[in-house]
């Protein structure tokens, strides 16, 4: 997530020619688009880091209906 914030940031920046950021190059932020979309769409699925999140909100739920049927009577 703060790598898509640091984009839209820059793509802020560099679009209303703010201080140093007026030059900078579009490929600079183009690079950045890409290397997010390779994280996002291949690496983090291979690290598993997806499903990591999924189980843990799993995990959560299974513990609140736990607690909610035990604690009801």
Known sequence: MPL???ILA???LRYFEVW????????????LMVAA???FEF????LGLDKRKEHAE???RRKKRINDT????
Do not use: H, P, Q, T
């Open 20 to 31: 140093k950021f007026a030059e900078l190059s579009w490929w600079y932020i183009v690079g």
């Open 43 to 46: 690496i983090e699925k291979m």
């Open 10 to 12: 820059l793509v802020v």
């Open 4 to 6: 898509i914030l640091l």
């Open 58 to 60: 799993d995990e959560k």
């Open 37 to 39: 979309f390779i994280w």
């Open 70 to 73: 035990f604690n009801k009577r």
